[in-house]
Protein backbone atom coordinates (compact mmCIF):
# COMPACT_ATOMS: atom_id res chain seq x y z
CA UNK A 1 0.00 0.00 0.00
CA UNK A 2 1.25 3.56 -0.98
CA UNK A 3 0.94 6.69 0.80
CA UNK A 4 1.16 8.30 -2.75
CA UNK A 5 2.59 8.05 -6.49
CA UNK A 6 3.69 11.18 -8.41
CA UNK A 7 1.02 13.02 -9.78
CA UNK A 8 -1.18 12.97 -6.70
CA UNK A 9 -2.99 15.90 -5.13
CA UNK A 10 -1.11 16.74 -1.56
CA UNK A 11 -4.27 16.36 -0.35
CA UNK A 12 -4.41 12.83 -1.46
CA UNK A 13 -1.58 11.11 0.55
CA UNK A 14 -2.55 8.72 2.80
CA UNK A 15 -0.65 9.15 6.47
CA UNK A 16 1.46 8.61 8.03
CA UNK A 17 3.67 9.59 5.63
CA UNK A 18 7.23 11.36 5.57
CA UNK A 19 6.75 14.24 3.02
CA UNK A 20 9.75 16.80 1.80
CA UNK A 21 9.11 20.27 1.15
CA UNK A 22 11.11 19.98 -2.23
CA UNK A 23 11.23 24.24 -2.68
CA UNK A 24 12.61 24.03 0.89
CA UNK A 25 14.77 21.04 0.17
CA UNK A 26 16.52 22.53 -2.21
CA UNK A 27 16.63 26.06 -1.22
CA UNK A 28 18.47 24.42 1.69
CA UNK A 29 21.18 22.62 -0.40
CA UNK A 30 22.11 25.72 -2.40
CA UNK A 31 22.41 27.97 0.62
CA UNK A 32 25.13 25.54 1.83
CA UNK A 33 26.92 25.49 -1.32
CA UNK A 34 26.60 29.16 -0.87
CA UNK A 35 28.31 29.24 2.37
CA UNK A 36 31.48 27.72 0.86
CA UNK A 37 32.08 29.30 -2.21
CA UNK A 38 34.98 31.22 -2.04
CA UNK A 39 36.41 29.06 0.93
CA UNK A 40 39.08 26.55 0.29
CA UNK A 41 36.84 24.18 2.90
CA UNK A 42 35.22 21.09 0.98
CA UNK A 43 31.61 19.85 1.31
CA UNK A 44 31.39 15.98 2.20
CA UNK A 45 27.81 15.65 4.13
CA UNK A 46 26.72 13.06 5.90
CA UNK A 47 24.30 10.94 4.24
CA UNK A 48 22.91 9.30 7.59
CA UNK A 49 20.76 11.85 8.24
CA UNK A 50 18.42 11.28 4.88
CA UNK A 51 20.14 7.28 3.61
CA UNK A 52 18.34 8.47 0.52
CA UNK A 53 21.00 8.20 -2.66
CA UNK A 54 18.78 10.79 -4.84
CA UNK A 55 19.98 12.93 -2.24
CA UNK A 56 23.43 12.21 -2.21
CA UNK A 57 23.88 12.85 -5.96
CA UNK A 58 21.98 16.40 -6.19
CA UNK A 59 24.70 17.13 -3.46
CA UNK A 60 27.26 16.04 -5.59
CA UNK A 61 26.34 17.47 -8.36
CA UNK A 62 26.09 21.08 -6.29
CA UNK A 63 30.16 20.25 -5.70
CA UNK A 64 29.69 18.22 -2.77
CA UNK A 65 33.30 15.80 -3.03
CA UNK A 66 31.84 12.85 -1.56
CA UNK A 67 29.52 12.16 1.02
CA UNK A 68 29.74 10.21 4.82
CA UNK A 69 28.05 7.40 5.85
CA UNK A 70 27.77 6.13 9.77
CA UNK A 71 27.59 2.03 8.78
CA UNK A 72 29.22 -0.10 6.09
CA UNK A 73 26.14 -1.48 4.83
CA UNK A 74 25.13 2.34 4.27
CA UNK A 75 28.13 2.87 2.25
CA UNK A 76 27.24 -0.28 0.55
CA UNK A 77 24.00 1.19 -0.57
CA UNK A 78 25.38 4.89 -1.73
CA UNK A 79 28.33 3.09 -4.13
CA UNK A 80 25.68 1.26 -5.82
CA UNK A 81 24.07 4.09 -6.76
CA UNK A 82 27.10 5.58 -8.45
CA UNK A 83 29.02 7.24 -5.44
CA UNK A 84 32.56 7.32 -5.63
CA UNK A 85 33.76 9.10 -2.32
CA UNK A 86 32.68 7.40 1.02
CA UNK A 87 33.76 8.11 4.57
CA UNK A 88 32.52 6.19 7.24
CA UNK A 89 32.52 8.04 9.96
CA UNK A 90 33.01 5.13 12.28
CA UNK A 91 35.47 2.38 13.51
CA UNK A 92 34.84 -0.79 11.80
CA UNK A 93 35.59 -3.89 13.78
CA UNK A 94 34.46 -7.52 12.39
CA UNK A 95 35.58 -9.60 9.61
CA UNK A 96 32.47 -9.41 7.80
CA UNK A 97 32.32 -5.76 7.82
CA UNK A 98 35.81 -5.35 6.94
CA UNK A 99 35.62 -8.07 4.22
CA UNK A 100 32.79 -5.46 2.98
CA UNK A 101 34.42 -2.55 3.41
CA UNK A 102 37.21 -4.07 1.18
CA UNK A 103 34.78 -5.06 -1.38
CA UNK A 104 33.38 -1.77 -1.54
CA UNK A 105 36.82 -0.14 -2.22
CA UNK A 106 37.23 -2.34 -5.55
CA UNK A 107 34.28 -0.31 -6.46
CA UNK A 108 34.87 3.64 -5.27
CA UNK A 109 37.29 5.46 -2.64
CA UNK A 110 36.55 4.58 0.36
CA UNK A 111 37.84 5.88 4.20
CA UNK A 112 37.75 4.86 8.11
CA UNK A 113 38.29 5.70 11.37
CA UNK A 114 40.33 4.40 14.19
CA UNK A 115 41.06 5.35 17.38
CA UNK A 116 42.98 2.53 18.83
CA UNK A 117 45.83 0.71 18.03
CA UNK A 118 44.23 -3.18 17.04
CA UNK A 119 41.81 -1.07 14.87
CA UNK A 120 44.60 -0.03 12.67
CA UNK A 121 45.96 -3.76 12.74
CA UNK A 122 42.54 -4.71 11.60
CA UNK A 123 42.40 -2.42 8.98
CA UNK A 124 45.77 -3.27 7.79
CA UNK A 125 45.29 -6.61 7.66
CA UNK A 126 41.77 -7.02 5.56
CA UNK A 127 43.12 -4.41 3.05
CA UNK A 128 46.29 -6.15 2.33
CA UNK A 129 44.18 -9.64 2.68
CA UNK A 130 41.95 -8.55 -0.43
CA UNK A 131 44.67 -6.44 -2.01
CA UNK A 132 43.30 -3.18 -1.50
CA UNK A 133 44.04 0.57 0.21
CA UNK A 134 41.82 1.87 2.71
CA UNK A 135 41.58 5.86 3.52
CA UNK A 136 42.65 5.99 7.32
CA UNK A 137 41.70 8.89 9.70
CA UNK A 138 42.25 9.14 13.51
CA UNK A 139 39.43 9.80 15.43
CA UNK A 140 40.27 12.48 18.09
CA UNK A 141 38.00 13.47 21.08
CA UNK A 142 37.32 17.04 20.67
CA UNK A 143 35.09 17.10 23.35
CA UNK A 144 31.78 14.69 22.51
CA UNK A 145 33.17 12.14 24.84
CA UNK A 146 32.28 9.10 22.97
CA UNK A 147 34.77 7.79 20.09
CA UNK A 148 38.55 8.81 19.56
CA UNK A 149 41.24 9.09 20.96
CA UNK A 150 42.79 11.94 23.36
CA UNK A 151 44.05 15.02 21.70
CA UNK A 152 47.82 15.52 21.21
CA UNK A 153 50.54 12.72 21.51
CA UNK A 154 47.85 9.98 21.87
CA UNK A 155 46.22 10.72 18.45
CA UNK A 156 49.42 11.55 16.73
CA UNK A 157 51.07 8.21 17.53
CA UNK A 158 47.65 6.72 16.13
CA UNK A 159 48.51 8.42 12.62
CA UNK A 160 52.12 7.18 13.29
CA UNK A 161 51.06 3.87 13.03
CA UNK A 162 48.78 4.02 10.33
CA UNK A 163 51.47 5.55 8.27
CA UNK A 164 53.83 2.10 9.06
CA UNK A 165 50.98 0.45 8.62
CA UNK A 166 50.90 -0.41 4.80
CA UNK A 167 48.91 -0.86 2.33
CA UNK A 168 46.80 2.08 4.73
CA UNK A 169 47.18 5.73 3.44
CA UNK A 170 46.69 8.14 6.39
CA UNK A 171 44.40 11.04 5.08
CA UNK A 172 43.87 13.09 8.68
CA UNK A 173 41.77 13.96 11.67
CA UNK A 174 38.23 13.05 12.48
CA UNK A 175 37.33 16.18 14.80
CA UNK A 176 33.74 16.16 15.29
CA UNK A 177 32.07 17.26 18.11
CA UNK A 178 28.81 15.95 18.22
CA UNK A 179 26.95 18.20 21.36
CA UNK A 180 28.25 21.20 20.45
CA UNK A 181 25.51 20.74 17.19
CA UNK A 182 22.65 21.71 19.87
CA UNK A 183 23.93 23.81 22.53
CA UNK A 184 21.46 26.11 22.34
CA UNK A 185 22.96 29.80 22.54
CA UNK A 186 25.38 31.15 19.44
CA UNK A 187 27.84 31.51 22.19
CA UNK A 188 27.64 28.28 23.81
CA UNK A 189 28.37 26.21 20.02
CA UNK A 190 31.14 29.42 19.69
CA UNK A 191 32.75 28.17 22.82
CA UNK A 192 32.66 24.52 22.07
CA UNK A 193 33.64 24.39 19.05
CA UNK A 194 36.91 26.87 20.06
CA UNK A 195 38.13 24.56 21.94
CA UNK A 196 37.66 21.48 19.15
CA UNK A 197 39.50 23.80 16.63
CA UNK A 198 42.36 24.17 19.27
CA UNK A 199 42.29 20.49 19.87
CA UNK A 200 42.54 19.60 16.12
CA UNK A 201 45.15 22.11 15.56
CA UNK A 202 47.32 21.34 18.28
CA UNK A 203 47.27 17.08 17.04
CA UNK A 204 47.74 18.03 13.54
CA UNK A 205 50.86 20.32 14.18
CA UNK A 206 52.53 17.66 15.99
CA UNK A 207 52.01 14.75 13.88
CA UNK A 208 53.24 17.17 10.93
CA UNK A 209 56.32 17.84 13.73
CA UNK A 210 57.28 14.04 13.35
CA UNK A 211 57.15 14.81 9.03
CA UNK A 212 54.04 13.16 8.99
CA UNK A 213 51.85 15.21 6.32
CA UNK A 214 47.59 15.76 7.54
CA UNK A 215 45.87 15.71 4.27
CA UNK A 216 41.93 16.16 6.09
CA UNK A 217 41.12 17.85 9.26
CA UNK A 218 37.19 16.99 8.72
CA UNK A 219 33.96 17.05 11.00
CA UNK A 220 31.93 19.78 11.64
CA UNK A 221 27.67 19.44 11.83
CA UNK A 222 24.58 21.39 10.67
CA UNK A 223 24.79 23.22 14.58
CA UNK A 224 28.41 24.70 14.03
CA UNK A 225 29.92 24.41 10.15
CA UNK A 226 30.32 27.74 10.26
CA UNK A 227 32.71 27.73 13.22
CA UNK A 228 34.91 25.09 11.91
CA UNK A 229 34.99 26.93 8.13
CA UNK A 230 36.17 29.65 9.32
CA UNK A 231 38.49 28.32 11.81
CA UNK A 232 41.88 27.99 10.03
CA UNK A 233 42.33 24.44 10.91
CA UNK A 234 39.58 22.24 8.89
CA UNK A 235 39.34 22.29 5.29
CA UNK A 236 36.26 19.71 4.88
CA UNK A 237 32.92 19.64 7.25
CA UNK A 238 30.29 17.06 7.47
CA UNK A 239 26.64 18.22 8.07
CA UNK A 240 23.92 16.17 7.12
CA UNK A 241 20.37 17.70 8.40
CA UNK A 242 20.72 21.03 6.70
CA UNK A 243 18.99 19.64 4.35
CA UNK A 244 15.95 19.20 6.25
CA UNK A 245 16.15 20.73 9.64
CA UNK A 246 13.77 19.50 12.07
CA UNK A 247 12.68 20.84 15.19
CA UNK A 248 15.54 20.19 18.16
CA UNK A 249 17.34 22.37 15.38
CA UNK A 250 14.86 24.63 15.56
CA UNK A 251 15.17 25.34 19.00
CA UNK A 252 18.76 26.72 18.58
CA UNK A 253 19.29 30.33 18.96
CA UNK A 254 20.46 31.98 15.58
CA UNK A 255 23.90 33.77 15.81
CA UNK A 256 24.06 36.88 13.59
CA UNK A 257 26.41 35.48 10.94
CA UNK A 258 24.35 31.91 10.91
CA UNK A 259 23.23 30.16 7.90
CA UNK A 260 19.48 30.30 7.95
CA UNK A 261 17.92 26.57 6.79
CA UNK A 262 14.20 25.64 6.24
CA UNK A 263 11.86 23.27 7.63
CA UNK A 264 11.74 20.81 4.86
CA UNK A 265 11.10 17.51 6.46
CA UNK A 266 7.41 16.47 7.95
CA UNK A 267 5.56 13.50 8.74
CA UNK A 268 2.15 13.95 7.11
CA UNK A 269 -0.66 13.03 9.76
CA UNK A 270 -4.70 12.42 10.36
CA UNK A 271 -6.43 12.98 13.50
CA UNK A 272 -8.28 9.30 14.12
CA UNK A 273 -9.75 10.18 17.19
CA UNK A 274 -11.52 13.42 19.39
CA UNK A 275 -13.36 12.12 22.42
CA UNK A 276 -12.60 15.41 24.02
CA UNK A 277 -12.25 18.90 22.88
CA UNK A 278 -8.91 18.85 25.08
CA UNK A 279 -7.78 16.40 22.94
CA UNK A 280 -7.10 14.80 19.63
CA UNK A 281 -5.19 11.52 18.60
CA UNK A 282 -3.37 11.69 15.38
CA UNK A 283 -2.51 8.13 13.52
CA UNK A 284 1.85 8.80 13.72
CA UNK A 285 2.74 7.91 17.00
CA UNK A 286 6.47 6.19 17.66
CA UNK A 287 6.64 4.74 14.41
CA UNK A 288 5.97 7.43 12.38
CA UNK A 289 8.55 10.21 14.26
CA UNK A 290 11.42 9.09 16.43
CA UNK A 291 11.23 11.02 20.11
CA UNK A 292 14.94 10.54 21.15
CA UNK A 293 14.73 14.87 21.23
CA UNK A 294 11.77 15.27 22.12
CA UNK A 295 8.04 15.46 20.39
CA UNK A 296 7.49 16.74 17.32
CA UNK A 297 5.52 20.51 16.64
CA UNK A 298 2.68 21.40 14.83
CA UNK A 299 3.47 22.60 11.68
CA UNK A 300 1.94 26.41 11.79
CA UNK A 301 -0.32 25.53 14.33
CA UNK A 302 0.54 26.85 16.95
CA UNK A 303 -2.64 26.37 18.89
CA UNK A 304 -1.74 22.74 19.27
CA UNK A 305 0.42 20.98 20.99
CA UNK A 306 2.12 17.28 20.29
CA UNK A 307 2.01 16.52 24.04
CA UNK A 308 2.16 12.16 24.04
CA UNK A 309 3.31 9.41 21.59
CA UNK A 310 2.28 5.72 21.86
CA UNK A 311 3.08 2.70 18.82
CA UNK A 312 0.35 4.39 16.44
CA UNK A 313 -0.87 7.69 18.68
CA UNK A 314 0.30 10.91 18.89
CA UNK A 315 -1.86 12.89 21.25
CA UNK A 316 -2.67 16.47 20.99
CA UNK A 317 -3.57 19.33 23.45
CA UNK A 318 -6.33 21.26 21.66
CA UNK A 319 -7.73 24.79 22.87
CA UNK A 320 -11.36 24.03 21.80
CA UNK A 321 -13.93 21.52 19.93
CA UNK A 322 -13.27 23.92 17.27
CA UNK A 323 -10.04 23.41 16.58
CA UNK A 324 -9.77 20.11 14.90
CA UNK A 325 -12.11 17.83 13.33
CA UNK A 326 -12.07 13.87 12.72
CA UNK A 327 -10.13 13.59 9.64
CA UNK A 328 -8.46 16.82 9.40
CA UNK A 329 -4.76 16.35 7.94
CA UNK A 330 -1.73 18.04 9.73
CA UNK A 331 1.97 18.29 8.95
CA UNK A 332 4.34 17.36 12.15
CA UNK A 333 8.01 18.98 12.15
CA UNK A 334 9.69 15.69 13.74
CA UNK A 335 12.17 15.98 17.03
CA UNK A 336 15.14 14.48 15.20
CA UNK A 337 15.38 13.80 11.44
CA UNK A 338 17.69 11.31 11.17
CA UNK A 339 15.90 8.28 12.92
CA UNK A 340 12.26 9.50 11.82
CA UNK A 341 13.59 9.11 7.97
CA UNK A 342 14.72 5.38 9.41
CA UNK A 343 11.09 4.83 9.89
CA UNK A 344 9.59 5.23 6.32
CA UNK A 345 10.70 3.40 3.11
CA UNK A 346 9.68 6.24 0.73
CA UNK A 347 9.81 9.86 0.97
CA UNK A 348 7.37 11.61 -0.58
CA UNK A 349 8.28 14.86 -2.57
CA UNK A 350 5.78 17.73 -3.05
CA UNK A 351 5.53 20.46 -4.83
CA UNK A 352 2.71 23.48 -5.71
CA UNK A 353 0.36 21.04 -4.38
CA UNK A 354 1.33 17.78 -6.00
CA UNK A 355 3.56 15.01 -5.66
CA UNK A 356 6.22 14.85 -7.73
CA UNK A 357 8.86 12.27 -7.88
CA UNK A 358 8.46 9.12 -4.56
CA UNK A 359 12.23 8.40 -3.37
CA UNK A 360 13.24 5.65 -1.54
CA UNK A 361 15.23 5.28 1.21
CA UNK A 362 17.12 2.58 -0.01
CA UNK A 363 19.47 2.85 3.32
CA UNK A 364 16.70 2.42 5.92
CA UNK A 365 17.66 -0.09 8.59
CA UNK A 366 21.16 -0.20 7.13
CA UNK A 367 22.83 -1.31 10.75
CA UNK A 368 26.00 -3.48 10.10
Not at 323 to 352: F, K, Q, W
Request: charged share 25%; hydrophobic share 45%.
Amino acid sequence: MKAARPGDNFDAIDTPALVLDLDAFERNLQRMADALRGSKVRLRPHAKCHKTPEIALRQIALGAAGICCQKVSEAAVFVKAGIQDVLVTNEVMGEAKLRQLAELSRIARIGVLADHPLQVQALAAAAASHGVVFDVYVEVDVGAGRCGAAPGEEAARLARLVVASPPLRFMGLQCYHGPAQHRRSPQERAEAIASAVEAARTTRALIESWGIPVERVTGAGTGTFAHERDSGVFNEIQPGSYVFMDRDYGDNQRGAEDVVFEHALFVRTAVMSRATPARAVVDAGLKASSVDSGMPTVWQRPDLRYVKASDEHGVLATPDEQSLALGDRLMLVPGHCDPTVNLYDEMICVRRGRVEAVWPIAARGALL
